[in-house]
């Protein structure tokens, strides 16, 4: 199999930008699982670098910057081509966003969190069907182990709004 010039420039861009993620993160995450859109599943990768947490006021609620970089696996789905493109390609991610927990630090609850990233996609899946996405995950964090629920969809920008859903297991260093 052949990667189009445009999908392995794409490629190689996100992955010497992941490069430099761990040097600057506070934690780096490598992260795996399986993403689902109408009940056809693909592979899902994400590396992410969370930085250091800053207060929101005198609350206890907290945010923190978060960037990412995911690649999911393309389907060949004759029902979900969109307008004549093909599904199959894989779809490679870029996304800043925030981090938002709870908690102080000592609480078991400070290790749930929410976050929300515009995401850039390079790619058409039979969820994600534009460049400009919206990526939402709800997780726990551990020291070194995070799972995580997280969905991106354009949010009804334009049809169509199916989305990629998926479940991730990752090791934070």
């Known amino acids: 199999m052949r990667l189009p010039a ?3 420039r794409a490629a ?7 490069l430099t993620l761990p040097a600057a993160a506070t934690t780096f995450e490598v992260e795996a699982g399986r993403s689902y859109s109408n009940s056809y599943g693909t592979n899902a ?3 992410e670098g969370v930085f250091d947490a800053q207060p929101i006021g005198s609350s206890l609620f907290s945010w923190e910057p978060d960037v990412s970089l995911g690649w999911l696996d393309g389907r060949d789905l004759y029902e979900h081509h969109i307008e004549g493109k093909n599904t199959r390609e894989n779809a490679f991610l870029a ?13 078991w609850y400070r290790h749930l ?8 996609n390079t790619g058409r899946t039979p969820g994600l ?8 995950t ?26 990629e859903t998926m479940a991730l297991a990752g090791l934070s260093f």
């Open 138 to 163: 709800f997780g726990w964090q551990g020291k070194h182990f995070s799972l995580q629920l997280r969905h991106i969809s354009n949010a009804g920008l334009h049809e169509p709004n199916r989305g």
């Open 113 to 120: 969190f929410f976050s929300f990233q515009p995401t850039y």
């Open 95 to 107: 996304g800043a966003g925030a981090r938002f927990q709870y908690g102080q630090q000592g609480d």
């Open 12 to 18: 190689l861009a996100l992955a010497l930008l992941s």
């Open 129 to 136: 069907s534009g460049p400009l996405e919206f990526a939402s």
């Open 6 to 8: 445009k999908s392995l």
């Open 45 to 47: 990768a994400f590396v």
